[in-house]
């Protein structure tokens, strides 16, 4: 059994509210669960505690915020929810390796005007590609993360856009290590005015390249603009797969941000999401003497 909708519900809960204090009891209570459920559900799908996520979170708009604004190190650290710029400074480097203050002048001396003057083409370890790659800038983004200081983005350059054109990056992974198994791929998205649609995928192929299962969440599709929330694909992965494939993809026009991606089994309580035709497709033929009105 999986909770991703309530999972997705507290995380747009906590994305406006990083400001503010943050409790188990008050996220909990906001999606209906009792604390020690919710801290237990949160944990296993998201991969990380409660509270590590929020401070992780913090962390990566407080770096936004020294990079994007002139505000004090200080009020940036009371901002988000730090006793004092000691621990701020404690935490930040923790994940930075860099105290503020020296993170906000070494990076800004490597990104002018919002540009990473160093663009990255590639991305280490992914595939950047797609049926219109060249339509989409594709590559990582030094400013708007969700963890950490990158995130991949993919980000439309054109007006005209035709069906079943996209841009995608992707990575291909052997499954010996998973078969017969429930695997789930996931990570964070973030989408600014997506006219199309954009999502997670995953696809198993055989080793003659033939697709066995396969999940693009088309049919839980993200549109327009939101925030940070986390998705998710889930397949079994046949006894004759050969190749895993995964990835974000963005279709028409937009832009998206992907970060912390993670692929690891999972148990057969978590529900399947692959393409399933009788979901899809009618079983009868639909309005045959088309006489039937929207």
């Known amino acids: 059994m999986t909770h991703i909708q309530e999972i997705q519900v507290a995380l747009d809960y906590i994305e406006v509210n990083l400001h503010e204090e943050l409790t188990l009891d008050e996220i909990s209570s906001f999606v209906g669960f009792s604390k020690f459920y919710f801290h237990r559900l949160f944990q296993r799908e998201v991969g990380i505690s409660l509270y590590d996520y929020i401070r992780r979170r913090r962390l990566a708009k407080a770096a936004s915020a020294l990079l994007n604004t002139s505000t004090s190190i200080l009020e940036i650290a009371l901002t988000y929810r730090f006793e004092s710029q000691e621990s701020f400074t404690r935490s ?17 001396n490597l990104i002018i005007g919002g540009v990473n003057m160093a ?11 797609g049926t219109a790659p060249e339509k989409y800038h594709m590559g990582l983004d030094h400013q708007i993360c969700h963890m950490g200081s990158k995130a991949a983005t993919i980000s439309s350059v054109g007006d005209d856009f035709s069906h079943g054109e996209y841009g995608t990056i992707m990575q291909q992974i052997s499954a010996k290590n998973y ?3 429930r695997v789930r791929f996931s990570g964070f998205v973030k989408s600014k005015e997506v006219a199309g649609w954009a999502g997670l995928w995953m696809r198993i192929d055989n080793n003659t390249s033939a697709t066995l299962k396969l999940d693009n969440m088309q049919n839980r599709a993200i549109t327009g603009t939101h925030e940070w929330n986390y998705y998710s694909c889930v397949l079994d992965i046949p006894e004759d797969g ?28 978590t529900p399947t999401t692959d393409f399933i035709v009788e979901e899809v497709f009618s079983d009868r033929l639909l309005n045959p003497f088309f006489e039937e009105e929207n």
Not at 92 to 108: D, E, T
Not at 251 to 269: C, M, P, S
């Open 92 to 108: 930040f480097k923790s994940v930075y390796q860099l105290p503020p203050g020296r993170y906000r002048s070494a990076i800004n």
């Open 119 to 129: 663009k990255e083409s590639t991305i280490k370890g992914w595939i950047v590609t």
């Open 179 to 181: 078969l017969g198994k």
């Open 242 to 269: 050969a190749i895993i494939n995964v990835g974000v993809l963005l279709t028409g026009k937009g832009q998206i941000w992907f970060d912390h991606a993670d692929l690891q089994e999972v148990d057969r309580n």
